[in-house]
């Protein structure tokens, strides 16, 4: 089923409101962008890059963050995007396929270092009373590049 041109940019809406609610450390705003139900898939950088942990619900997606907490900070860029509807008896579900780059600044005793995931998030979508929202998110890394960074913003 085709998306209407108001369902693809409620989604893409969607996608970028999460990085820049990751971004500005707005977990709790992140975890509205998730179904009640929902399960989040992540990967256990750096040994594995393929999605192997999931966490389910706000709560999971709320404990997902904390991982964060020792990041300085993040900025991700979204590069690609593209979304899919379900079949003409599921209106209310879509598919998103994400692309994207997003840096993890850490600082180690002065020695601050940018770690940059290469990613991809393969996405199910379902409306809700609230407009679209995430039901599954699962996250792949492609690759980690790893260098140093002269200063980063607290």
Request: hydrophobic share 40%; charged share 20%.
């Amino acid at each position: 089923m085709t998306l209407s041109v108001a369902d693809q940019l409620e989604l893409s809406g969607l996608v970028h409101r999460y990085a820049g609610y990751v971004d500005s450390r707005r977990f709790d705003d992140v975890a509205e962008l998730f179904t009640a139900n929902a399960e989040l898939i992540l990967p256990k950088p750096p040994e594995h890059l393929e999605p192997c942990v999931r966490h389910n619900g706000h709560a999971g997606v709320l404990d997902a963050m904390t991982a964060l907490a020792g990041v300085t900070r993040t900025h991700h860029g979204i590069l690609g995007e593209f979304y899919t509807g379900g079949a003409p008896t599921s209106a209310d579900v879509a598919t998103g396929s994400i692309t994207g780059v997003a840096h993890h600044w850490i600082d180690n005793g002065g020695q601050i270092t940018d770690h940059v995931w290469y990613l991809r998030y393969s996405d199910v979508y379902r409306r809700t009373d609230q407009g679209w929202r995430i039901a599954v998110r699962t996250l792949s890394i492609d690759a980690i590049e790893t260098r140093p960074a002269r200063q980063v913003r607290s």
